[in-house]
């Protein structure tokens, strides 16, 4: 895509977030105005994905763009290509909050824990619940993309939150809770979405990954057809 495509969409975003602003305003119904202006920041955090694509397109860097919009590099880096809305306002906590140490997919060929030990997954302190991840679609595999995962959580208070990693959490589908806002740690988050240094052995060894999972998968489907015949 072009600038000029990224900008038309980013103006489409902007507009729907004019749009449901001045209907906010004009709606007394408590409940009702508070659902129009969440609708209207989840559009302004399109409307930033958008213009991060701008930025982009036209050859600004990073680091540059960053100290602009008040957010960490890395962590403006990873919220862009992890392909969700782009959150640039930080979240204050006022007590604790949950974090995703570690996970693994349910129903799969390949169920094990990744990224916390075995013999930690029994510790009292963790939460478990179950998500399913969709990723937006890119040019290559992610392991985990389409797969149902249980996530184990750690309480931390608010001030730890941003030294565990992804301060502003990534949206995940929960059965029951409908589309919720997850927080997890760097290496989580490498985990389902890769290694941010595409030249990097990890990164390397991440495609590998899931390219040894697919297979394994259609290896599993072919049998499960088989069988059933």
Not at 92 to 118: L, Q
Not at 170 to 182: N, S, T, V
């Amino acid at each position: 895509m072009t600038v000029e495509s990224h900008r038309f969409t980013t103006d489409t975003c902007i507009g729907n977030v004019m749009m449901l602003l001045l209907l906010a305003k004009d709606t007394h119904e408590l409940p009702k105005r508070a659902g129009i202006l969440a609708d209207a920041q989840h559009h302004l955090g399109w409307a930033m994905r958008s213009v991060m694509a701008e930025c982009e397109e036209a050859g600004q860097p990073w680091r540059a763009v960053a100290p602009v919009v008040g957010m960490p590099h890395g962590v403006l880096y990873r919220q862009f290509r992890g392909g969700g809305p782009v959150v640039a306002a930080e979240p204050r906590y006022s007590g604790e909050a949950y974090v995703a140490v570690g996970f693994r997919t349910v129903g799969d060929v390949d169920d094990r824990w990744r990224v916390i030990d075995e013999a930690d997954v029994t510790n009292p302190d963790l939460l478990s619940a179950e998500f399913v991840f969709e990723p937006a679609p890119t040019g290559h595999r992610r392991p985990f993309a389409g797969q149902r995962l249980e996530m184990l959580y750690v309480a931390v208070g608010a001030v730890e939150l941003e030294g565990l990693g992804r301060g502003r959490g990534y949206p995940l589908w929960h059965g029951e809770l409908g589309r919720r806002p997850i927080h997890m740690t760097e290496p989580v988050f490498d985990q389902l979405f890769g290694p941010p240094d595409v030249s990097s052995p990890e990164r390397a060894q991440w495609l590998a990954e899931a390219v040894r999972l697919d297979e394994l998968r259609k290896t599993h489907a072919q049998q499960t057809a088989q069988s059933k015949l």
